[in-house]
């Protein structure tokens, strides 16, 4: 797994291009906010939406991104520990805005992984994720 730095990174088609030849098999996800934005440029080096990409998140507001996946007591634990993040999200400022949302991301993501008492039921949209990454690299 490689972290690439955002949907515009997905734009750059001749990074990508040296990425698809430096790998063997790629298989790329994106929020589905961006999903609109990267597919033509994806499909033009021939990256197929779910055939080895996927946008991540469900429909709906807030929902749209790969923390749309996440069980709602992850994020209202990370909601009620990083209170200035959260606030700083909504700042005016685009530079401050992004770099809280960033760490919010990063936030999440600790929480996740050291919460132990998630079920299958919290996360199914999540499961259908791993079960399609897992089947495009067998």
């Known amino acids: ?48 939406y779910l055939e080895n990409s996927l946008p991540l ?23 009620n520990r990083e209170t200035d993040l959260v606030i700083a999200v909504t700042s005016g400022d685009n530079t401050a805005r992004k770099k809280a949302r960033d760490q919010l991301k990063k936030k999440y993501l600790e929480e996740f992984l050291s919460t132990n008492n998630i079920t299958r039921q919290e996360v199914p949209n999540l499961l259908d994720v791993i079960k399609k990454i897992n089947h495009f690299f067998k």
């Open 57 to 79: 998140g469900m429909k709906g507001d807030g929902k749209d991104c790969i923390e749309g996946l996440l069980p709602a007591q992850v994020i209202k634990a990370v909601f």
């Open 1 to 48: 797994m490689v972290e690439y730095g955002g949907k515009s990174t997905l734009k750059n088609t001749t990074l990508l291009q040296f990425i698809l030849r430096k790998f063997d098999r790629v298989f790329i996800t994106y929020d589905l906010d961006a999903a609109s934005e990267t597919q033509d440029a994806l499909r033009k080096i021939s990256i197929e």
